[in-house]
């Protein structure tokens, strides 16, 4: 590696330093690194693409170059605290990927994004699975963007205490996040329907090739079909109506489901300080709807469909009949 090469990398690396120091920790001369920080001078005024990306500093007697990135240092936070909030890495994918996104940033703006997140991190907050969920979703995309039929062993903890391991085999379609987990959806070869899979459940994943006939008319748009789910379910294929009186800040209604509609305000008594109001939510009826609405029930009340509102009803009677139990 030349000398010019050697000091651009070091003053990358420092916080901002005299030329004698820069030559003594790269075993250089003054005269030496002097002449290398004129080399990249010159190559900056004469290339001003080179400006949008790096920036030679000069304080007093100092120098520092700093790196310039697409992302400001308050996109940077804010993009760590959402990804240190939502639990969704384990205790080796979460610091090295956000040591990555703080190396985005000059060193003054790291040290004050560093000191923000601390507490979070030095907290055991990680999701407690193992898997490289980084490394499986990229590979994922991969397939999806190369329009590639896999297939995986596929365990699912959720359906039993000691489950079976299944081969599932199918053509990935779509990799999102919800409620702390990263999910594919898949065509499945079998029987060409939609299906689920978390991410961190599946191994072997291995590119295979089948005859895979791809209806269309059952393709699944992620975009569109996540106004109608909660929780990574796919719920059932028709679109249902759910109306419930609803006693809280309709705001949170709204972000959870776009298409929230408030049909009217009512006149009823509310323990909590908002008026009362009758919504409607538009879904597809999953176990992940459910568990949506059984977190609401101190400030919701299913009014239609009948079976939706029977299913919250015997759910929350049987949850009560337990607390009877000695």
Same mark, same amino acid.
């Given at each position: 590696m030349n000398t010019t090469m050697k000091v651009f990398l070091k003053l990358l690396e420092c916080k901002s330093a005299p030329t004698k120091d820069i030559a003594q920790k790269l075993n250089l001369n003054v005269r030496q690194v002097q002449r290398a920080i004129q080399e990249i001078k010159i190559a900056f005024d004469s290339d001003p693409s080179l400006n949008k990306y #790096? *920036?030679?500093k000069k304080i007093g007697h100092n120098y520092s170059i700093n790196q310039r990135y697409l992302l400001q240092t308050d996109q940077v936070l804010i993009l760590i @605290?959402?990804?240190?909030?939502s639990r969704s890495?384990? @205790?080796? *994918?979460?610091p090295g990927?956000?040591?990555?996104?703080? @190396?985005?940033?000059?060193?003054?703006?790291r040290d004050i994004v560093s000191s923000s997140i601390m507490s979070e991190l030095i907290t055991d907050n990680f999701i407690s699975n193992h898997s490289n969920r980084i490394e499986v979703l990229g590979k994922l995309e991969h397939y999806i963007f190369k329009h590639e039929k896999i297939s995986f062993q596929y365990t699912d903890h959720e359906a039993l205490e000691n489950p079976t391991? &299944?081969?599932? *085999?199918?053509?990935?379609?779509?990799? #999102? #996040?919800?409620?702390?987990?990263? #999910?594919?959806v898949g065509m499945l070869k079998d029987s060409g329907e939609n299906k689920t899979f978390r991410i961190d459940w599946m191994t072997d994943i291995k590119k295979i090739h089948v005859k895979l006939p791809v209806d269309y008319s059952k393709h699944h748009d992620h975009g569109k079909e996540t106004r109608y789910e909660a929780y990574g379910y796919i719920g059932k294929k028709a679109l249902t109506r759910i109306r419930f009186e609803y006693y809280?800040?309709? &705001?949170y209604i709204k972000d959870e489901f776009p298409t929230c509609k408030i049909i009217k305000k009512i006149n009823k008594p509310n323990r909590f300080p908002f008026s009362v109001y009758i919504l409607e939510i538009e879904v597809k009826y999953s176990d992940g709807i459910k568990l949506w609405l059984l977190? *609401?029930?101190?400030?919701?009340?299913?009014?239609s469909p009948q079976y939706i509102a029977d299913d919250i009803r015997d759910t929350?009677?049987?949850?009560?009949?337990?607390?009877?139990e000695n």
């Amino acid at each position: 590696m030349n000398t010019t090469m050697k000091v651009f990398l070091k003053l990358l690396e420092c916080k901002s330093a005299p030329t004698k120091d820069i030559a003594q920790k790269l075993n250089l001369n003054v005269r030496q690194v002097q002449r290398a920080i004129q080399e990249i001078k010159i190559a900056f005024d004469s290339d001003p693409s080179l400006n949008k990306y #790096f *920036e030679l500093k000069k304080i007093g007697h100092n120098y520092s170059i700093n790196q310039r990135y697409l992302l400001q240092t308050d996109q940077v936070l804010i993009l760590i @605290k959402i990804l240190v909030a939502s639990r969704s890495l384990n @205790k080796t *994918e979460l610091p090295g990927l956000t040591n990555q996104m703080l @190396k985005m940033l000059d060193l003054d703006q790291r040290d004050i994004v560093s000191s923000s997140i601390m507490s979070e991190l030095i907290t055991d907050n990680f999701i407690s699975n193992h898997s490289n969920r980084i490394e499986v979703l990229g590979k994922l995309e991969h397939y999806i963007f190369k329009h590639e039929k896999i297939s995986f062993q596929y365990t699912d903890h959720e359906a039993l205490e000691n489950p079976t391991t &299944e081969m599932v *085999e199918m053509l990935p379609v779509h990799t #999102f #996040f919800d409620n702390h987990y990263f #999910f594919v959806v898949g065509m499945l070869k079998d029987s060409g329907e939609n299906k689920t899979f978390r991410i961190d459940w599946m191994t072997d994943i291995k590119k295979i090739h089948v005859k895979l006939p791809v209806d269309y008319s059952k393709h699944h748009d992620h975009g569109k079909e996540t106004r109608y789910e909660a929780y990574g379910y796919i719920g059932k294929k028709a679109l249902t109506r759910i109306r419930f009186e609803y006693y809280g800040y309709i &705001e949170y209604i709204k972000d959870e489901f776009p298409t929230c509609k408030i049909i009217k305000k009512i006149n009823k008594p509310n323990r909590f300080p908002f008026s009362v109001y009758i919504l409607e939510i538009e879904v597809k009826y999953s176990d992940g709807i459910k568990l949506w609405l059984l977190g *609401e029930t101190t400030i919701l009340r299913v009014l239609s469909p009948q079976y939706i509102a029977d299913d919250i009803r015997d759910t929350l009677f049987e949850g009560y009949q337990r607390y009877l139990e000695n």
